[in-house]
């Protein structure tokens, strides 16, 4: 969702714009003094009122002064990996400026769209855009990569505007390479794009797909410690991220395990429930189980649960105390330099 606060009515006409180039859910705010029907009423004080929008919006766009938005934001501002875009447009819609989260968060981005919408000026301040580049958290934001260390993120993004940073990568790379990098696998600072922990580099910055699907098997009524425990342990012995699970899968039969159900909470990653007859129907060579077999009517639940939509098995069947761990590579590639 998107909050878009105006403070005047010229600004509630420029808000209306605004929201009729913007796609998804929009709400619209403004002080209740001007009765307008498509705005809801704001409080005072508006940096009180604004929190809750701060805490649960992908963007904050607000129609007035810059010094409107900061008052109004400040108290809330914690962390460039989570804090929203903020944008401000001033009321005649001429200049769109980003304030806050220009990289991770898209406010370069969206600023870019509202000045083409309105047929205005986007004013961007973040150097390596001004200066035309690689922007690294920008790049891995657009692409769905997560950044390991954002000290390195930000030593990358200085050294790219005096020099050029090494990258590599699990997948080839598209040619050319953007301004500030170059290809390679050594060096002081350098990029490495893969869903492994390696650093072939002495400060290596890790940019992680999300490509991994967790396939899990577990006893009834096991804890999400166990669970925890187990992922971790196999992970790390593959040499593999947490942050590189895009997903996890089991049989139905564990649809109401809590204590999966937590770990996958916890985890921040989504799980999908296959039946018996859709996991049969997954080809592979798998690990048999006969006693799984007579419990769930699969010869092996997390293998088949891991591969349940493509990919490639990085680790067969792996068992921990109560749990059994596959983990499948999606298909996935370096597509694009674009952000």
Not at 73 to 93: C, M, S, T
């Amino acid at each position: 969702m998107i909050a878009l606060f105006a403070f005047s009515r010229q600004g509630s006409r420029t808000a209306l714009r605004i929201r009729a180039a913007l796609e998804g859910d929009t709400r619209l705010f403004a002080p209740e003094k001007f009765h307008l029907p498509e705005f809801a009423p704001t409080a005072s004080p508006l940096s009180e009122f604004v929190g809750p929008y701060f805490q649960s919006c992908e963007a904050l766009i607000f129609v007035g002064s810059t010094g409107i938005a900061v008052r109004a934001i400040a108290p809330h501002v914690r962390d460039k990996r989570f804090d929203p875009a903020v944008v401000a447009v001033d009321e005649l819609g001429r200049f769109v400026i980003p304030l806050l989260s220009g990289h991770i968060g898209g406010a370069n981005a969206l600023a870019a769209k509202l000045a083409r919408a309105l047929g205005a000026t986007a004013v961007i301040t973040t150097a390596t855009d001004i200066h035309h580049r690689f922007s690294v958290d920008a790049w891995a934001a657009a692409h769905g990569m997560v950044l390991s260390d954002m000290d390195l993120a930000k030593a990358v993004s200085a050294t790219v505007l005096e020099g050029q940073v090494p990258i590599s990568a699990d997948r080839p790379l598209p040619a050319p390479l953007p301004a500030g990098l170059i290809a390679g696998e050594t060096g002081d600072l350098g990029i490495r794009v893969s869903c492994r922990d390696e650093r072939p580099y002495r400060r290596t910055l890790l940019l992680i797909p999300k490509v991994l699907t967790l396939g899990i098997g577990c006893r009834r009524g096991i804890s999400k410690e166990a669970l925890w425990e187990a992922v971790t342990a196999v992970l790390g012995e593959a040499g593999l991220r947490m942050e590189a699970l895009r997903e996890a899968a089991s049989i139905d039969l564990k649809k109401d395990e809590a204590g999966l159900l937590e770990f996958c909470r916890e985890a921040g990653i989504p799980i999908r429930f296959a039946s018996a007859e859709e996991l049969l129907r997954v080809p592979g060579d798998f690990t048999p189980s006969a006693f799984v077999r007579q419990v769930t009517g699969v010869d092996n639940v997390c293998e088949r649960a891991a591969l349940w939509r493509g990919g490639r098995l990085l680790v067969k069947k792996t068992a921990r105390a109560g749990v059994t761990v596959a983990v499948a590579e999606q298909n996935w590639e370096v597509s694009s330099w674009e952000k």
